[in-house]
């Protein structure tokens, strides 16, 4: 990415991105903390090096998704069956 499409070392805190493509796009040494995420399509997406304590996921299609290579619909599973 080069030009108008690449932004490093730029506060963007309390911005509202609507109906906007970001496929394919990279967050690298991002600060996403309270940030909210209605209707967004994640399908493929890969985490890593991520600190996700805190977070709430409700009403997500979850199907393939893996932590740490675990399926979690394997782990909703057995935590619904204790």
């Known amino acids: ?23 394919g796009a990279s967050f690298h040494d991002a600060k996403l903390a309270g940030a909210r ?6 399908a493929g997406a890969a985490f890593s090096d991520v600190n996700l ?6 009403d997500a299609n979850l199907t393939g998704t893996t932590i740490n290579g675990i399926p979690v619909e394997d782990m909703l599973a057995l935590w619904q069956r204790r």
């Open 1 to 23: 990415m080069t030009g108008d499409k690449e932004f490093r070392d730029r506060d963007m805190s309390g911005a509202v991105f609507g109906n906007v493509d970001l496929s």
């Open 53 to 58: 304590s805190d977070v709430a996921i409700d």
């Open 37 to 42: 995420f209605t209707n967004v399509n994640l």
